[in-house]
């Protein structure tokens, strides 16, 4: 089996794969503090909740955009799993062509969302990943990655807009009735919630244009997803384990 692990600011995700088939999928926090003992005693302990021999791991990719845990990733994977895991990096085989001005500036986990967005659904296409930040990338018929752009993530603008006003409460992320709202909170929720929805087709809008072809595909994923892509038609597709797809993909094209 494979095991692929997306390490973000706020969580590890970890698919399990077998074949092409994802069997298992958890969360983890990314923990800066631990120590590659207490990520290997985290994952020995959701391989027994999930109910899979931790042994019938053959190899490992993984996706960081946190470079001060990748050694402490690495040793656990070493040490608890008995493989040296594969980074996605520079030197890697990813199927695409990265236009980058600055290839090793691009992260990985946009990498990722690139080819499994592309090879899944097929190009022209545009991914948006609502995590820490939103990030959107395109793709083009040929497999060109283009580029794209990176805004704040949702929980990221709500929590400092809060942070830095002194009198605005705190409220829950989720959709209100009305974009008028009648309430404080209301106003909140509506501001972010229909202003990222205004956002997302805003850009999209404006990438079609620049990508210059029809029928380009638009695929969401990450933690808001659903609560953005309910509110417009300019999101086609929500895949929930996009960029651990990716690297399964990703980890196919580069087995020796």
Not at 45 to 62: A, L, S, T, Y
């Amino acid at each position: 089996m494979l095991l692929a692990m997306d390490i973000g600011n706020t969580n590890i995700k970890n698919g399990l794969y077998e074949g092409g088939k994802l069997k298992q999928y958890w969360r983890i926090a990314t923990n800066r503090q631990y120590t590659s003992d207490e990520y290997g005693i985290v994952m020995e302990d959701m391989f027994r909740h999930v109910g899979e021999p931790i042994e019938n791991v053959k190899g490992i990719i993984i996706s960081s955009v946190v470079p001060t845990v990748n050694y402490t990733v690495e040793h656990m994977c070493r040490d608890f799993f008995d493989t040296t895991p594969v980074f996605v990096g520079p030197g890697i085989k990813t199927g695409i062509n990265i236009k980058y001005e600055n290839p090793k500036e691009l992260g990985s986990d946009r990498i990722c969302n690139a080819v499994a967005a592309y090879y899944m659904y097929g190009g022209p296409c545009i991914y948006i990943d609502f995590g820490t930040a939103t990030s959107f990338g395109a793709v083009n018929e040929k497999g060109d990655f283009l580029g794209g752009c990176i805004c704040p993530g949702i929980k990221v603008a709500s929590e400092a807009l809060i942070k830095n006003t002194a009198k605005l409460p705190h409220y829950e992320l989720v959709k209100p009735e009305k974009v008028i709202g009648r309430t404080t909170v209301s106003n909140l929720q509506s501001g972010i919630i229909y202003g990222y929805v205004g956002q997302v087709e805003y850009l999209v809008d404006r990438m079609k244009e620049e990508i210059a072809c029809s029928n380009v595909k638009v695929i969401a994923t990450g933690g808001f997803s659903h609560l953005i892509a309910t509110e417009t038609s300019a999101i086609e597709h929500i895949d929930g384990t996009l960029t651990l797809n990716g690297l399964r993909l990703i980890y196919e094209r580069n087995k020796s």
